[in-house]
């Protein structure tokens, strides 16, 4: 994350990264504030054992096009609503990354947040059998959440 700030909309994130059983380093990195940390963080992050970087930021949202720059890793962005112009500004910044230089961006806040540990998932179980079930088995349940709320808006609609 770009800064502290950043926590409450990406909390969702790192609960779907622990549901999906994939672990996770979760760090608060300035592109402007501490630009050293951040390129030594970025270097050390496949001899780490990170194949996935998830970096939200806000307003002029420089982080995840300063890790896209320095790493071959993808690199999801996610946007957080704040400032003047509620992540509308960080969605534009990061979404408008220079060719070769890409960073996959996701929803303003919260659901991007997820979307983001979706996608992470998605690229990890390229190679995992147990993640991709574990996939699956997430979108059955996203499913039958969607039916369960269509019968009880057809039993209410019957009602009347």
């Not at 909390?11 to 951040?38: K, M, T, W, Y």
């Not at 982080?63 to 992540?87: F, H, M, S, Y």
Request: hydrophobic fraction near 50%; include cysteine; charged fraction near 20%.
């Amino acid at each position: 994350m770009g800064s502290e700030s950043d926590w409450p909309s990406m909390e969702g994130c790192l609960e779907l990264l622990r549901q999906f059983e994939i672990d996770a380093d979760v760090q608060v990195l300035s592109a402007h504030r501490n630009p050293a940390r951040l390129a030594d963080y970025v270097s050390q992050a496949s001899e780490r054992g990170i194949r996935v970087m998830i970096a939200a930021a806000g307003m002029s949202a420089a982080l995840p096009g300063a890790i896209a720059a320095q790493t071959t890793l993808p690199v999801i962005g996610v946007p957080i609503a704040n400032g003047a112009l509620r992540g509308v500004d960080a969605l534009l910044a990061m979404s408008q990354m220079p060719s070769g230089v890409p960073v996959a961006t996701l929803a303003i806040g919260a659901s991007g947040a997820k979307n983001a540990a979706v996608l992470a998932a998605q690229i990890l179980a390229l190679s995992d059998a147990r993640l991709a079930e574990k996939l699956k088995e997430h979108k059955r349940s996203l499913a039958e959440k969607a039916d369960n709320i269509n019968q009880a808006l057809h039993a209410r609609l019957a009602g009347r």
